[in-house]
């Protein structure tokens, strides 16, 4: 395929044949506003704010999806285009809650940050009917407030096209359009993961995750409360964009001091418990391989793949591993073997987690997830929330120090550190498979055929005589093409890592907002995923097996992995769901 030349505002520019106008641009450095466009996901040139004028053509045209043909000559900026933004603008903001000072969008919600480039202001500038919905607050992970819906259908082409879930589309028509799930069913009895990718890609305050900052907040000022927060490994790659450093920021010496600084007791790591999971879920591998259980051991970590697991592959919940999520691990051995040791009450320990993503949430709430007969963990706040709390609480961070996690569950691996990206926690439990399966140290640790943000990879190792075949797949849809992979006998793998969101936690519905010529311009996962490799590198200790705090806790209260006390901490069971019809 040849190169088209063409002109747009004067400039000559030369762009692939096939490339629509709004793509040419971005070659030049010509942005093009949008507000529905998300580049291969929707594509419906539907809010018409990338309109450009085309010589020779009779009317506007809609840059996302117009093609480029040689000799075009195009235009970005005239007064007509701006007029004709402007309206659109205007039109959006008459069906509007107008709340720009109370909004959990503002200051980075895309539909102001238009209003204010074009000048349009807050007021209603065409009077008429407006639509008045009621919030929908049924999940337990997020909010749906049409009230600040601008129909863009960023939210329903991503659960359908990204996700291959489709529990959210467009009701009614005209006027009385609005989204919501079939029949405006609440979201919470659809079959939705909670995985909150609809919440990502949003550009306004329409939908955002329930808030229980306030919760922490209270927590803390209790006196009779011993608060502890663990930070999981993707939330050190992508907080700093809250805070205006670039995307690919490791902040995670930053991220200690804030915690410490919002008043919590002690401030640990979920890389310690990603460690404890690698040593459970080994053991669970070759104890499966040896004695000819259940295979390909699927991952457990991810609580959005997990739920859609339980949904849409129940007669598969049997291949997922037993091992609770770090998260949940955490929880559970907080409230014991911590407990214990520093002489708390378990029922006065608060344990907070701070995870980028939105179905942690939901996994919090699961009935089975009390190993000490109290909640494992009593909050999980998304990084934005975190993000939220360090503002509220006055704290610079951008000035804070570098600071270290508290000991000992503060201990983490470079195998746990990279948990956050897609294929990380394959390769931390190769790392320590390999070796208890061989007796011998491994001579590289980086499994790099597993890396990357591909949706699908798989490879084989020869290890100790077996030919071990794995895949890893991230994003729903994805795990979705694996699966049905196995169940129909085309494919015969021994161990398989599923998250939920593509490209792994790093980009997972809690993590910071990015706006879509971002999102559709920047490869975000892999930035993100970069600093967690670069801190794998750089650790001293980059086996899960060789944590020396894990060592301790094996052998002074868990014994061995799978033994009788693990098991009763730090495994689980599943719910064979059912997909409600009314939403397919
Ligand atoms: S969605 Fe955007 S424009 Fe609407 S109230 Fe919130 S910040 Fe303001
Ligand atoms: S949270 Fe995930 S599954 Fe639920 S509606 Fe949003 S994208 Fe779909
Ligand atoms: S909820 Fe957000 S993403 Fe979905 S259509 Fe409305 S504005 Fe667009």
Partial sequence: ??????????????????????????????????????????????????????????????????????????????????????????????????????????????????????????????????????????????????????????????????QGIGVIGANERGFNTFIGSAFNMDLAETSC?????????????ALYEKDDTEKVFEAIADPEKYVVVQAAPAVR????????????TDVQGKLAASLRRLGFDKVFDTNFSADLTIMEEANEFIERVKNGGKLPLITSCSPGWVKYCEHYFPDMTENLSSC??????????????????????????????????????????RPEMDANGVADV??????????????????????????????????????AVIFGATGGVMEAALRTAVEK????????????????????????????????KVAVASGLKNAKELLTKVKNGEADYQFIEIMGCPGGCVNGGGQPRQPGYVRNTVDIRAKRASVLYNLDKTNTIRKSHENPAIIELYETYLKEPGSHRAHELLHTTYTKRVVNKETL
């Fill in 378 to 415: 009593d909050v999980a706040l998304t990084t934005r929330e975190l993000a939220k709390m360090i503002e509220r609480a006055g704290i610079k961070f951008r000035d804070l120090p570098d600071e270290e996690f508290d000991m000992p569950l503060g201990l983490g691996s470079g195998a």
């Fill in 324 to 365: 609770k999520s770090p998260q949940q691990m955490f929880g559970a051995i907080a409230k014991s073997y911590y407990a214990e040791k520093i002489g708390v009450d378990k029922e006065k320990m608060f344990v907070v987690s701070v995870m980028p993503c939105t179905a942690k949430k939901f996994e919090v709430g």
């Fill in 237 to 248: 790659a992508a907080l700093g964009e809250e805070f205006g450093y670039p995307i690919g």
């Fill in 1 to 162: 395929m040849g190169n088209v030349n063409i002109k747009i505002n004067g400039m000559d520019i030369s762009a692939p044949e096939g490339s629509t106008i709004l793509e040419a641009a971005r070659l030049a450095n010509i942005e093009i506003p949008t507000l529905c466009f998300l580049k291969e996901i929707n594509e419906i040139g539907a809010c018409r704010m990338c309109v450009v004028e085309v010589k020779g053509a009779r009317s506007l045209v809609t840059a996302c999806v117009y093609p480029i043909n040689e000799g075009m000559e195009v235009y970005t900026n005239t007064p007509k285009l701006i007029e004709a933004r402007k309206k659109n603008l205007q039109l959006l903001l008459s069906n509007h809650e107008k709340k720009c000072l109370s909004c959990v969008r503002s200051g980075n919600c895309e539909l102001q940050r238009l209003c204010r480039e074009y000048g349009v202001e807050d007021e209603d500038y065409y009077q008429g009917e407006k639509q008045k919905f009621e919030l929908d607050t049924s999940a337990p992970h997020m909010i749906r407030d049409n009230n600040k819906c601008i129909l863009c259908r960023r939210c329903v082409a991503t659960c359908e096209k990204v």
């Fill in 193 to 205: 993961v909670s995985c909150g990718q609809c919440i990502a890609v949003c550009p306004t305050g």
């Fill in 437 to 468: 399966l061989t007796g011998e140290e491994l001579k590289s640790l980086d499994f790099t055929d597993v890396r990357g943000t591909e949706g699908i990879k798989e490879a084989s190792y020869s290890v100790a005589g077996l030919n071990v």
